[in-house]
């Protein structure tokens, strides 16, 4: 919420999981976090909550969602993008700055302002952000334009990713490119105090997207 105040100037409307309406809106984030303790399976209940029904129609009108680490797990747990997060490899939590590189997608107001192997230095912290879908699956997830985020350059342990992540991948976008799953946190990328502005970038890139 502090992110997107300090890039537009507005306070964003706050809504409760016990809510079963949304206000018509140009973008809804479901943030991280850890919800109902990430009991069950991360996601599994927070995507079972009386507003998320009216998450779904705001999505099937074309509406705009970006869920962010435990918002990608709901995300997947409710099929609005493709796959599964499962535990870390190692299985331990990680926290740390990594590499993502942008990659060529469907028509979305997520990459739209993106160049194309632009890298970003934005923070991940997660115990379940290992990103898992089948074989033919992640090639109709490359071939229909869905990864918007891959990690590169491996990190200091000699890991191709922080994770474990099939095919490196950071972030994906539904088939309309109008819902974006990302485990790394761009609200925690907005200042040279927070060791880089890429997620403030980022941020600002998709709103105005979306807003023009």
Known sequence: MVAIEQLTSRRPALVWHKEA????????????????????RCGALAGRSPIMNALLDHAARGGAVLGICNGFQILTEMAMVPGVLIRNAGLKFTCRNVDLQVCETVASPFSSGLAIQKKL????????????AEPNELEKLNSE????FRYVNGDSFGL????GAADNIAGVLSKNGRVLGMMPHPERAMLNLHGGTDGAH???KSLEALLS
């Open 21 to 40: 309406t949304l206000e018509a809106a140009d973008l809804v984030i479901i943030p991280g976090g850890f919800s109902f303790g990430d009991y069950l």
């Open 160 to 163: 191709p990713n922080p994770n």
């Open 202 to 204: 980022f941020l600002l």
């Open 121 to 132: 230095r934005i923070p991940v912290a997660h115990n379940e952000g290992n990103y898992f």
């Open 145 to 148: 334009g869905q990864i918007i």
